[in-house]
């Protein structure tokens, strides 16, 4: 056996547990409930410092990951570094960390090893959750910049919505937890 795969065999097995938990847990919860509990988990994150909020990122590593390999269970990359995310970006960290076995090898390895973990990266694990036009209107609230956020399936009148729930919160951390408590408030679905 090689070594880099040895290693990371040894470091996947760490959280074998932990995936199939959470993946039992996962397979008893409706859709909407499964992005409750995703919202649940980015307010806690927030808190614990395990992602910040950030505008114009989806997942940002604050330390590269050298030696990720396609085995490596991204699980172990999020609870061993913090992450700078934007809304989107971190319901991705916290679909992974409560119910995804996703290893560097999906979300593409050489993003891991630089740090940086873009939307194409994660847009086939993020389906599974939430649909293009619920993205959006999160992505809107919390960006609502042109240049980071495509409408093009929200009307102007949910755009303009979006807009004045950002108005809201003065802060990108402020403005994250505003939206997950929305989206736990409402049962799974944003509505601004």
């Known amino acids: 056996m090689k070594e880099e795969t040895m290693t990371c065999a ?17 397979n008893r919860l409706s859709p ?3 992005r ?19 505008t114009g990122r989806f997942a940002s590593l604050k330390h590269t990951q ?6 490596t269970n991204m699980l172990e990359v999020f609870e061993s570094t913090r992450c700078d995310c934007c809304a989107r970006g971190a319901m991705f960290v916290s679909a992974v960390r409560k119910f995804d ?8 390895t ?16 993020e389906d599974g959750y939430w649909d293009a036009k619920q993205i959006q209107m ?19 009148e949910e755009i303009s919505v979006c807009k004045k729930f950002k108005k809201r919160y003065k802060t990108p951390e ?17 509505k601004p």
């Open 174 to 190: 402020k403005r994250m937890i505003g939206i997950m408590r929305n989206i736990i408030k409402n049962k799974g679905t944003f």
């Open 10 to 26: 040894i470091q996947s097995s760490k959280f074998a547990k932990q995936i199939k938990a959470a993946n039992d847990l996962f």
């Open 110 to 125: 050489g993003n891991v090893w630089v740090g940086e973990i873009t939307d194409y990266n994660f847009k086939h694990i």
């Open 138 to 156: 999160i992505e809107t609230a919390f960006e609502s910049e042109a240049s980071y956020v495509l409408s093009d399936l929200l009307s102007d």
């Open 66 to 71: 050298p030696n990720a390999c396609d085995s």
């Open 101 to 108: 076995n996703v290893t560097a090898k999906d979300v593409g």
């Open 36 to 54: 409750v509990e995703i919202a649940k988990d980015v307010i806690k994150s927030l808190k614990l410092k395990k992602i910040r909020a950030k």
């Open 32 to 34: 909407p409930e499964r």
